[in-house]
């Protein structure tokens, strides 16, 4: 007989709670060889599907989908016999785990753990249980799971009622029989949506109590289709594997279109489909963009009302519970089996708290404003405390005394949801800031288990004693997941997911919305780049590797994720003619930019004479305006008078000012300085035909991005040099300004940043000398004097091999005595403020781009 560590007072690890996580933990100890213990507060295995035996639980995500994938063998042996298992199906499959595995032999049941202390002197956790127990540890594992806490109800008198009293998240083990009784259900979330059914079809009146509608798709629970048990049985390591990278936990393919782009016939079609494939993540997973755009998401919602109208016969309860305050996905949705059918039996009524709030319970019932109810039962479906509730529901204290209640007084703050710094070797399990409840949560269980395992195994191999994340990295990571959630519709929704339900928590965005696949390779990476991010300690001393993992804005990140995936060659290596026909291919597939006033296509005479097409862009405002010579990017090679277009429009409309985007003639064909010299005809012919233009005469500010702000910068000082054309000021985007290469940012951004050091090298060949470089037409750095030049705004990327240069540029104007607004953009790259609607944070660069050509021209600046 093995030995059991269920009376050891000192091992490697504790594990608190006994759920899927927990389960699989021990497995993961013991095999590492590490000695384990498992404390739980209930009287065996499961976590959630112990304690939730409300009516009608199951699960919501495909069994199939939702069950282990760490024993081979356990695929093969357990057949779910539903497409969405039931929960004593779920509590027998964990028992059945418990028992194969022998699981329970290192666990301690109904033992809660009350508090936890970090002792710096002996690197050791000591947790203490409320039997008064001391178990000494070297890692402490929170798999206390996510929704676990049972929120208290916030209603004035809970204690005074005299009747029976449920809550869904502690059901009786033996059931309740609500044959000819008066039931009132509180709240209408997931719990509530599953067991309203069948606590209808018993009790003789049951009355739903309603603060927020959720919204709910039919289950339509049957067997699991041989279609999909075919896939999986045909490869299961290849099916778990699609998972594992898939945005949340089951594979699927991924929409490419955005719900406006279809037709109103073809998307209410995709709706439709969704609705009779009945899964939880094709609700958002029928277009691309349902959590990120509002109209896009408004169809569905639309969709989802006409359906819970069209199958509620009382016009009135059908609008009460059409959801309106949030919109689809932000809120977890429900499945469920005859949820709106239920408001059609003559024994069930809704009552609408947002017009009629409940004021007090009862001895006898609950009063509303302006009702008395009696009832024999109440059920309380109020939800949890969800993400944090369980872990600060334990007293930890970390190193020099810091609790993490105080801590995470605004909001939990962890690296990567793993851990957190202050609090050497604890580790959470799916917590807040990890896809945790955005996914299929054993996938999400299994992926944190095992790297917890892992950096257990690494500090053992290292002779390490502990472990835990800077501050700078988990400040960064936060950072990183609310800027993700930025990009989302979810924080807009008062939901559980942002804290809302608990009076007094702090209202952050709790998970990680970045996607189940995309956050497990952050994580691999942190430890393939040698646990960046974290501290280790032992013996031989304090190892830090502090950093960033993901210091990109999500949005560029996404862009270039998605650039890397098409696996595309070097754009250098196509060839010009090759090179310019992708550009327009992918410019072509940007959105267009706002709609401006008027568009005029022309041609201005250039350097020598040669034609050169413009395109203007006029506001819609009443003119005149003042005018800007616009320099398109592109290296000197590539692009057009309209390559720029969505740029263009954005600073046509946001600075109300006339655009003249001009096509100055492009190298190999016209190579140094024929660039140069166009920007400077350009400009003196559009200050000499101002008024023609509709413009301002006297008002011209020049622009650029790239080689176009090269263009424009160059053009500034040719103008200053030739006593005219007047410029009013010079906005420079990611500017080149000087032909040296040897700046730290294009060794540190030559690749992977979308502008190659690879292409930029290229682009210089094309167009200019090696010996005609330190030329101030082609290197404006380098320029003698800067002095008595425009007024500028010099803007320059994190994650552009060109930064330092247009830094210098900046610096250089500065200390030559010109008013110069330099704008550095963290987590942006060369190609990410153009980007206009495609891009969000990189918005406030193309703000200031508008905001200081506005500020050029006083005569507009109330306009
Ligand atoms: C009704 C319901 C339905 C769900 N359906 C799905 C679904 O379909 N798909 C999905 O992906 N997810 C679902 N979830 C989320 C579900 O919680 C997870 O899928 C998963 O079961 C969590 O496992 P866990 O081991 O992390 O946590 P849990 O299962 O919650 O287990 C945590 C355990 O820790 C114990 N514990 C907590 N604190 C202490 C302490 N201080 N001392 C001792 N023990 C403690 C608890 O008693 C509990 O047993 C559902 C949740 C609920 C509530």
Not at 481 to 494: R, V, Y
Not at 692 to 701: C, D, E, K, T
Request: hydrophobic share 40%; glycine share 8%.
């Amino acid at each position: 007989m093995t030995e059991s560590n269920t009376s050891a007072t000192d091992v490697d690890a504790v594990i608190v709670g006994a759920g899927f996580a927990g389960m699989y933990e021990l497995v993961r100890m013991r095999r590492a060889g590490f000695s384990a213990v498992v404390l739980e507060a209930a009287h065996d295995v499961g976590g959630t599907w112990y304690w939730n035996r409300y009516p009608g639980a199951r699960c919501d995500i495909l069994s199939v989908d939702y069950s282990y994938s760490w024993d081979p063998e356990l695929q093969q042996e357990w057949t779910w016999s539903e497409r969405y298992a039931a929960q004593p199906e779920i509590l027998r499959y964990a028992q059945f785990v418990a028992d194969k595995h022998d699981l329970r032999r290192d666990m301690r049941f109904d033992t809660r753990v009350v508090s936890a202390a970090w002792n710096d002197d002996t690197s050791r956790w000591t947790i203490r249980t409320d039997n008064g127990d001391d178990i000494t540890c070297q890692h402490y594992v929170m798999a206390t799971g996510c929704l676990s806490m049972p929120k208290v109800p916030d209603l004035e008198g809970t204690d005074r009622f005299l009747g029976e009293v449920y809550f869904t998240s502690t059901w009786p083990h033996d059931g309740v029989d609500f044959t000819g009784k008066r039931v009132a259900v509180i709240g209408t979330g997931s719990s509530a949506i599953q067991s309203i059914p069948l606590i209808a079809a018993e009790a003789a009146q049951l009355t739903v109590f309603q603060r927020t509608p959720n919204f709910s798709i039919p289950a339509r629970n049957g067997p699991i289709s041989d279609e999909r048990m075919a896939a999986f049985r045909a490869d299961p390591d290849a099916y778990r594997a699609e998972a594992r990278l898939s945005a949340a936990g089951v594979p699927r393919d991924t929409p490419m279109e955005g719900a406006l782009m279809v037709a109103d016939e073809e998307r209410l079609a995709r709706y439709e489909a969704m609705w009779e494939a009945s899964e939880l993540l094709g609700v958002t997973g029928t277009f691309n963009d349902t959590l990120a755009n509002a109209e896009s998401n408004e169809t569905l919602r639309n969709f989802i009302h006409d359906k819970i109208r069209a199958t509620v016969n009382d016009p009135e309860v059908a609008e009460a519970l059409c959801p309106t305050n949030h919109y689809v996905g932000t809120k977890r949705a429900c499945l469920d089996t005859n949820y709106y059918e239920t408001y059609n039996r003559p024994n069930v009524r809704l009552v609408d708290l947002r017009k009629d709030p409940i004021e007090t319970v009862t001895e006898t019932g609950l009063n509303t404003a302006g009702e008395s109810f009696e009832f024999d039962a109440i059920v309380f479906a109020t939800g949890f405390d969800a993400m944090t509730g369980a872990i600060v529901g334990v007293d930890i204290t970390g190193r020099n005394g810091l609790t993490l209640k105080e801590k995470w007084e605004h909001g939990p703050v962890t690296y990567l949801g793993l851990m957190t710094a202050g609090f050497p070797n604890l580790y959470m399990i799916t917590g807040p800031g990890s896809p945790s409840v955005l996914s299929n949560m054993m996938v999400s269980i299994e992926q944190h288990v095992d790297w917890i395992a892992d950096a257990m195994i690494h500090l053992r191999d290292q002779g390490h004693e502990s472990i835990e994340p800077t501050e700078l990295a988990e400040t960064k990571w936060v950072e990183h997941s609310n800027d993700f959630a930025d990009l989302t519709l979810m924080p807009t929704a008062n939901s559980w997911y942002m804290g809302v339900n608990v009076p007094g928590k702090p209202q952050v965005f709790l998970p990680y919305p970045g996607g189940v696949g995309r956050y497990r390779l952050t994580c691999d990476e942190a430890v393939e780049r040698g646990y960046l991010g974290f501290a280790l300690d032992g013996p031989n001393g304090r190892t830090v590797n502090d950093g960033i993992i993901r210091p990109l804005a999500p949005d560029v990140q996404v862009m270039l994720e998605t650039m890397a995936e098409m696996g595309l060659p070097p754009l250098e290596t196509m060839g010009v003619e090759g090179a310019r026909a992708f550009m327009e291919m992918a410019g072509a597939a940007m959105p267009p930019g706002p709609e401006v006033g008027e568009i005029a296509d022309g041609k201005l005479p250039g350097g020598d004479g040669t034609p050169l097409e413009y395109r203007l862009y006029r506001p819609a405002t009443a003119g005149p305006h003042p005018i800007v010579a616009y320099y398109h990017g592109g290296g000197w090679v590539l692009g057009s008078a309209t390559s720029d277009d969505p740029l263009c429009r954005y600073l046509c409309v946001n600075s109300n000012s006339i655009i003249v985007s001009v096509n100055y003639r492009h190298a190999p064909e016209a190579r140094f300085p024929a660039a140069a010299d166009d920007g400077l005809a350009a400009a003196t012919w559009i200050a000499d035909h101002a008024d023609n233009l509709g413009g301002i005469p006297g008002r011209l500010a020049v622009a650029g991005w790239s080689a176009g702000a090269n263009v424009a910068a160059v053009t500034a000082q040719q103008a200053k040099l030739a006593g005219g054309p007047a410029i009013s000021g010079q906005v420079l985007l990611c500017p080149v300004t000087d032909g040296t290469t040897d700046r730290a940012s294009h060794a540190d951004n030559a690749d992977g940043y979308g502008l190659t050091m690879g292409v930029m090298n290229w682009f210089w060949d094309q167009y200019c000398d090696p010996t005609d470089r330190a030329d101030p037409k082609a290197s404006p750095l380098l320029a003698d004097d800067l002095t008595d030049l425009p007024p500028a705004l010099v803007i320059t990327c994190e994650f552009d091999p060109l930064r330092d240069e247009g830094d210098a540029y900046a610096d250089a104007l500065g200390e030559a005595g010109v008013s110069v607004e330099h704008v550095q953009c963290p987590g942006q790259t060369h190609t990410a403020i153009p980007a206009v609607d495609a891009l969000v944070t990189s918005e406030y660069a193309r703000k200031a781009m508008a905001d200081a050509l506005r500020s050029f021209s006083d005569v507009h600046a109330d306009t």
